[in-house]
C-alpha cells in the first residue's frame, strides 16, 4: 500500500476529520463504471458515428484518438455548441453509460465508506461529468442512493460546465450550504482536482494504480491514497469519539 507513504497520516486525518459535506467523482472512488464496458471502445465508437454523419474533420486527430468520450463530446460542444448534434451525441453516451453500470464494479470500501460517513453524520453529495440518471440507477442497485439523494449533480445540457469547470461542485455547496473549507472533495483525475481548488474545495485524491497517481500528483494533487481503507478507519473512528 502507497497509503502511508505517499501521504501524511495526518494530513489524510485533518481532511477527513474537517469534513460536513463530502463531495464524490462516481467514475473512479464510487465505482469502476467501465470495468466489463470499455470506455475507450465508446470514444471510438462516438467518433465513428461522427465520421459516419460526414463529420470526420469535426475532431482533431488528439481528440479522435483520446480514448474519453467526455473528451469527444467537449470537443463537439466547443464547435457547435447547443445543437442537435450534440445533444445527440450526449445521448449515445449516457445510452452506453447505462449499459456500462450493469456491469460497474464498486471501488473496493467505497460501499461501508458512504453508509459509514453517512451514519457518523456528514452529508454526500455527487460531483461528476457521468449522466445523473446513471449515477442514480447505479446507487439504487447497491442500496445508496439514500445515502446521497437528492445531491446527484452530474452531466447537465451545458456541456462547457463539465469539470474541470467548477459548476457541479458549486451546485453540490449551494443546495447542501456548505462553506467550502468544510467540505472535502474525493476524486481520481486532474479535471476533480481542478474543479475542487477552484471552488475552494479540500481534495482528497484517489488512485488505484501508479499511472494514476503521477497523473494526480503532476496536476498539483498532495494527498493521495491507493486505497479506501485508511479513510474508512478514520471516519470509524471519528464516529467512535
Known amino acids: 500500500m502507497t ?21 464524490w467523482d462516481f467514475d473512479g472512488p464510487v465505482c469502476r463504471l467501465f470495468a466489463g464496458h470499455s470506455a475507450e471502445r465508446v470514444a471510438r465508437d462516438l467518433v465513428e458515428w461522427l465520421e459516419g454523419q460526414g463529420l470526420h474533420g469535426l475532431l ?22 447547443g445543437s442537435d448534434l ?23 470500501y467505497a460501499d461501508p465508506l458512504v453508509r459509514t460517513w453517512t451514519a457518523v453524520g456528514a452529508r454526500l453529495a ?14 439504487t442497485s447497491r442500496g445508496l ?13 451545458e456541456l462547457r460546465h463539465l469539470k474541470p469547470h467548477p459548476h457541479c461542485v458549486h451546485r453540490a455547496l449551494n443546495a447542501t450550504g456548505a462553506a467550502p473549507s468544510t467540505a472535502l472533495m474525493i476524486g481520481d483525475t486532474p479535471s476533480d482536482y481542478q474543479a475542487a481548488r477552484a471552488a475552494g474545495v479540500p481534495f482528497l485524491g484517489y488512485a488505484r494504480n501508479e499511472r494514476k497517481n503521477k497523473v494526480l500528483r ?4 498532495e494527498t493521495i491514497v491507493d ?7 478514520l471516519v470509524r473512528e471519528s464516529g467512535q469519539a
Not at 66 to 78: G, Q
Open 3 to 23: 497509503t502511508e507513504t505517499e501521504t501524511e497520516p495526518n494530513d489524510l486525518r485533518n481532511l477527513v476529520e474537517g469534513a460536513r459535506v463530502v463531495l
Open 60 to 81: 482533431a486527430e488528439s481528440e479522435r484518438e483520446s480514448l474519453d468520450p467526455h473528451a469527444v463530446l467537449r470537443a463537439v460542444d466547443r464547435r457547435h455548441p
Open 86 to 108: 450534440v445533444t445527440e451525441l450526449e445521448e449515445r453516451l449516457t445510452q452506453e453509460e447505462l449499459k456500462a453500470a450493469a456491469s460497474a464494479r464498486p471501488t473496493p
Open 126 to 139: 455527487i460531483t461528476t461529468n457521468n449522466s445523473p440518471q446513471v449515477v442514480k440507477e447505479y446507487l
Open 145 to 157: 442512493l439514500e445515502c446521497f439523494a437528492p445531491h446527484v449533480y452530474g452531466r447537465t445540457q
Open 218 to 221: 503532476d496536476a498539483g494533487a
Open 227 to 233: 486505497s479506501l481503507e485508511p479513510v474508512l478507519k
